[in-house]
C-alpha cells in the first residue's frame, strides 16, 4: 500500500517541476522576443534619426533656394512648409495602411517568429 502513495507522490512532483520549467521556459521565451523587437525598433529609430537630420539640412538648403529664385528667403520656407502639409494630410488620410498595419503585422512577425537552429 506504500507503493501507490510514493508513486503518486513521484508523478505529483514530476508534474510540477515540469510546470514550472514550462513557465520559466515561456517568460525567457517572451523576454528573448521582446528583446528582438525592442533592438529591430531601436535599430530603426536610430536610421530614422540620421535620415532626418540629413532631410532637415537638405530642407533648409532647398528652401534657401528656392527664396532666391522667389525672391525672398521666407517665400521659400513657406513653399516647403506648404509641400510638408500636403504630405502630412496624406499621412493623416492612409495613417492606417501607411503606418498602423506594417508596424502591427512587424511585431507580430517578430513574436511568432521561429528561431533556425
Known sequence: ?????????????????????AI??????????????????ASYIAIGVVVGMF????NFGLAIMIGQW?????????????FYLFFALLFV????QLFKTPINNFIISQILKEKLR
Open 1 to 21: 500500500m506504500e507503493d501507490n502513495p510514493t508513486t503518486i507522490e513521484m508523478l505529483y512532483e514530476r508534474a510540477e517541476n515540469y510546470t514550472k520549467t
Open 24 to 41: 520559466e521556459l515561456a517568460k525567457l521565451s517572451m523576454i528573448e522576443k521582446s528583446a528582438d523587437i525592442f533592438s529591430s525598433l
Open 55 to 58: 532631410s532637415m539640412l537638405t
Open 70 to 82: 522667389l525672391g525672398n528667403v521666407y517665400y521659400g520656407f513657406f513653399s516647403v512648409a506648404g
Open 93 to 96: 488620410l492612409f495613417r492606417k
